[in-house]
């Protein structure tokens, strides 16, 4: 597996334990909530909620394994830019919500990615004129891959 596809999947990972801290937070409430309404000193938790704790310690303990090069610069929810990285590095996902590549049954086998901005399109631009472009999916994690200068530019024209 490349280190995109490991940032894709921790990223994808996150997600889903935050969604479930939520669910088991909800689970619980509503345990404790049915013990008061029945005056009742035990509150009885259901199975449902030991899955979903279980299944947070699953993410938890695959994300453990799955530790990204700390001296690798990525663009996700983690890095210094925040949600803005994280915005950045899901541009090229279709409308279902899969990367370019990643298996999509809506796309058929596999993900088109986003029809509106396709690898080595100019975005936008910097500062100082350089370009902005979508980057390849292997690459798009790296920040320096989003930036081109002019002078790059025309020497891949």
């Known amino acids: 597996m490349t280190d995109s596809t490991i940032v894709d999947l921790r990223r994808e990972?996150?997600?889903?334990?935050?969604?479930?801290?939520?669910?088991?937070?909800?689970?619980?409430?509503?345990?404790?909530?049915?013990?008061?309404?029945?005056?009742?000193?035990?509150?009885?938790?259901?199975?449902?909620?030991?899955?979903?704790?279980?299944?947070?310690?699953?993410?938890d303990h695959a994300l453990e394994r799955t530790t990204p090069d700390p001296s690798a610069p990525t663009l996700d929810h983690q890095s210094s830019d925040g949600p803005w990285a994280a915005l950045v590095a899901d541009l090229d996902r279709c409308e279902h919500g899969r990367h370019r590549g990643d298996s999509c049954g809506d796309c058929g086998s596999e993900s088109h990615g986003n029809p509106h901005l396709t690898p080595g399109q100019v975005i936008g631009y910097g500062l100082y004129g350089d370009r902005i472009v979508m980057p390849d999916r292997e690459s798009k994690h790296e920040i320096s891959a989003w930036r081109r200068t002019s002078s790059e530019a025309r020497r891949r024209a």
């Open 13 to 59: 990972l996150r997600k889903a334990r935050e969604a479930l801290a939520d669910t088991e937070t909800h689970l619980a409430r509503h345990a404790e909530m049915n013990a008061a309404l029945h005056c009742s000193d035990r509150v009885m938790y259901s199975p449902l909620h030991a899955k979903v704790t279980a299944a947070m310690h699953g993410i």
